[in-house]
């Protein structure tokens, strides 16, 4: 068991953004919701993975995102009105906002996880979450105590009908099939008999004595007499529920795995069920006897205005895994690009990525690992698309028509590269090696000299080429493949991805967060210090110095001075992204899993520039610095003015408020060497500064 200790740590976060990188796919955005709540029929809130928090004004219409501050998962979210609401996570994150989320106040109680949050009014609320941890506020979140529930369980869900009389469920492996309740508003907790060893993760009472808990393998529990006697009900399916929500005594709802929704309407004797969709739902809220939501995995999120007889998706795009992205380089347009993956899914855009529309022609089934476009006479472009059992696909950016290639081979296939209309090559697993000289009317095999597994190719000029895979493989021809040699990378690990900026100058990424660079053709690779311990998909450059590599976790890395330091980007989710490709210095494209796209217009920029007014500029000195800035300029100092002094990767180092001061000295001595940017806030705007701190 986890020790539970009671931290107070206080965190103003603001609406200032990191993030550079949007969504173009799912819409609006592909974390996993895991809780919903519309405080009235037009205003909701849904939070989730990697500090996701959405608000919609319109009854789910249209959704925007408000600024967390955290990259941590959040559970669960409750609203006593449009603008007052609470936010329970990981690590016991609670965090409050009084203005409709605009800002938010953060709090730390304990070292485990909170999964539910629940308030009876204004003042009186509890969160419950791992090893039985629960904590109470008596003075709407001023102040939080912690309440050990006695019990070894998760708790999942937590409900109260008075300020005094509350209900938690949960399980797990010690105590599965947990149900307990309180009477003195959480100080103490008693476990109830209940009639299942299934985890219950979700619990819900209509009237201060009937409730209805449920869980895994479908389970359903009712009980009548506040908990004293649980019965069983049948729910006719075979699905874990994770929701349950009572929109009066008869009318109930439970949602969970596959998309199934069931509904009742004679208070749970039996129940109907749907099919919404194939991900999970893993949260129910009603405004309304009619009108209803449930949100779920990959940023699923449906909506009744019919009691649940009809629902409709109010998010929308593939989440099948996209392993590769690429834009049609015809004419110099880059408006037209292509992303590909499981099952044989194709997303075509021709608007920059602003809609990405399915690909019904293409003819297979097969997964894609590969998308490549080659320019081609007339304006036109040619694309290949090659993938799993030898599956090579060819398109032309001015006919819809598919043609499926043949390889060859029933290898997968994990790479492609064209150096022209005609010459092409294709590596993969078994170190499978291809060739075409017709534009890939017919393959040629070739003899790689190693037996290793092979993932990315790539051609910086017509007969010279590099291919990297498993175990640090790197090969290298200089006549279009004819004979290959084997290169010493410094690395074992395996490598997915191969980039060159020019003849001399390349980087391979792979396993355990691996960066190599040579600068003589490969005769000499260096390892790179990328700060990741995870395994780096993808690695493009868009210049000699600015290059960016993604991997597992959501991470996206950035470097400006050719490989020498890298940066990590915010890049709002923590699914694992596959590929990168950049159209220009600041468009940028990145696909992963669950049908991830992100695109930058502004070259992954770790923070918002926003200026003031012209007259309103500030400078600092000394800068580089070492224990002390001077901040000065403006007037407008005079005012209030607050210093906040972010690092590379978002994350607020420092914040001070300033009052009636010209000139701003402020002790910098905490901080570390490297690059951080000084944001600068008063009443005239926000202007923010780059400072170097260096001893």
């Known amino acids: 068991m986890k020790k539970i200790q009671l931290l107070t740590c206080f965190i103003f976060i603001s609406a200032f953004s990191f993030s550079q990188w949007t969504w173009q796919n799912p819409l609006p955005q592909g974390n996993s919701l895991l809780s919903v709540c519309f405080p009235d029929a037009n205003t909701g809130y849904a939070c989730g993975n990697f500090g996701t928090i959405l608000k919609t004004t319109d009854g789910g219409a249209t959704w925007s995102f408000l600024q967390s501050g955290t990259t941590m998962t959040l559970y669960s979210c409750y609203f006593l009105s449009c603008d007052t609401g609470f936010v329970v996570g990981e690590y016991g994150i609670i965090l409050k906002t009084a203005n409709g989320g605009?800002?938010?106040?953060?709090?730390?109680?304990?070292?485990?996880?909170?999964?539910?949050?629940?308030?009876?009014?204004?003042?009186?609320?509890?969160?419950?979450?791992?090893?039985?941890?629960?904590?109470?506020?008596?003075?709407?979140?001023?102040?939080?105590?912690?309440?050990?529930?006695?019990?070894?369980?998760?708790?999942?869900?937590?409900?109260?009908?008075?300020?005094?009389?509350?209900?938690?469920a949960g399980g797990g492996y010690i105590n599965p099939g947990t149900i307990l309740k309180t009477i003195n508003g959480g100080i103490t907790w008693n476990a109830l008999t209940i009639p299942s060893n299934s985890d219950m993760f979700s619990i819900c009472f209509p009237t201060a004595s009937t409730g209805y808990a449920v869980g895994a393998s479908a389970t359903i529990l009712k009980t009548v007499n506040g908990g004293s006697l649980w019965t069983v009900l049948p729910s006719g399916t075979n699905n874990s529920l994770y929701s349950v929500c009572f929109t009066d005594l008869n009318n109930g709802f439970a949602a969970g795995a596959g998309g199934i929704v069931l509904k009742t309407v004679n208070a749970g004797l039996t129940w109907t069920s749907s099919l919404i969709g194939t991900d999970d739902f893993h949260a129910l809220s009603f405004s309304g006897s009619g009108t209803g939501y449930a949100s779920g995995n990959y940023g699923t999120i449906v909506k009744t205005v019919s009691g649940g007889t009809n629902w409709t998706f109010l998010s929308a795009g593939t989440t099948s895994n996209l392993h590769s992205v690429c834009f049609v380089p015809a004419g110099g347009a880059t408006s037209k690009g292509y992303a590909a993956g499981s099952m044989g899914t194709i997303l075509k855009t021709t608007d920059e990525g602003l809609t990405w529309n399915i690909e019904t022609g293409a003819g297979t089934t097969k997964e894609l690992y590969s998308v490549s476009y080659v320019s081609a006479a007339a304006g036109n472009s040619i694309g290949y698309f090659v993938g799993e059992s030898g599956t090579i696909l060819k398109n032309s950016n001015t006919d819809p028509a598919w043609s499926l290639l043949t390889s060859g081979t029933t290898k997968n296939l994990s790479s492609v590269c064209f150096t022209d209309e005609q010459t092409g090559y294709v590596v993969g697993d078994g170190a499978t090696m291809l060739k075409t000289i017709n534009g890939g009317s017919t393959w040629i095999a070739m003899q790689a000299g190693t037996s290793h597994d092979l993932a990315s190719v790539c051609f910086p000029g017509f007969s010279t080429g590099y291919v990297a895979g498993d175990s640090g493989t790197i090969l290298k021809t200089t006549n279009g493949g004819a004979t290959w040699m084997t290169l010493?990378?410094?690395?074992?690990?395996?490598?997915?991805?191969?980039?060159?900026?020019?003849?001399?100058?390349?980087?391979?990424?792979?396993?355990?967060?691996?960066?190599?660079?040579?600068?003589?053709?490969?005769?000499?690779?260096?390892?790179?210090?990328?700060?990741?311990?995870?395994?780096?998909?993808?690695?493009?450059?868009?210049?000699?110095?600015?290059?960016?590599?993604?991997?597992?976790?959501?991470?996206?890395?950035?470097?400006?001075?050719?490989?020498?330091?890298?940066?990590?980007?915010?890049?709002?989710t923590d699914h694992g992204l596959y590929s990168v490709y950049f159209t220009d210095v600041f468009t940028g494209y990145i696909s992963g899993d669950h049908g991830t796209i992100l695109a930058t217009k502004d070259g992954g920029a770790v923070f918002t520039e926003q200026h003031l007014p012209e007259k309103a500029t500030y400078t600092i000195s000394p800068n580089p610095a070492g224990n002390k800035i001077t901040i000065s300029g403006n007037p407008a100092l005079c005012e209030e003015?607050?210093?906040?002094?972010?690092?590379?990767?978002?994350?607020?180092?420092?914040?001070?408020?300033?009052?009636?001061?010209?000139?701003?000295?402020?002790?910098?001595?905490?901080?570390?060497?490297?690059?951080?940017?000084?944001?600068?806030?008063?009443?005239?705007?926000?202007?923010?500064?780059?400072?170097?701190?260096?001893?």
């Open 102 to 168: 605009s800002t938010w106040t953060s709090k730390f109680i304990g070292a485990d996880d909170l999964r539910s949050v629940f308030f009876v009014d204004a003042n009186h609320g509890s969160a419950v979450g791992d090893w039985g941890m629960t904590v109470q506020t008596t003075n709407g979140g001023a102040t939080w105590s912690v309440h050990w529930s006695g019990a070894y369980s998760f708790l999942y869900s937590v409900y109260f009908t008075s300020a005094s009389t509350g209900y938690a």
């Open 488 to 572: 010493t990378s410094g690395t074992t690990s395996k490598l997915f991805s191969v980039f060159f900026t020019d003849s001399n100058t390349g980087y391979a990424v792979g396993d355990n967060g691996a960066i190599v660079k040579t600068v003589n053709g490969g005769l000499n690779w260096n390892s790179l210090a990328s700060g990741a311990g995870w395994p780096l998909f993808s690695v493009y450059f868009v210049d000699a110095y600015t290059g960016y590599a993604v991997g597992s976790y959501g991470s996206i890395l950035k470097t400006i001075d050719g490989g020498d330091t890298w940066h990590k980007l915010i890049s709002g």
């Open 641 to 695: 003015a607050v210093i906040n002094i972010f690092n590379v990767e978002g994350k607020q180092v420092l914040r001070k408020a300033f009052q009636s001061q010209k000139r701003i000295e402020m002790d910098v001595s905490t901080l570390t060497e490297g690059v951080y940017i000084v944001q600068i806030k008063t009443k005239a705007g926000v202007e923010c500064k780059k400072l170097v701190i260096q001893f």
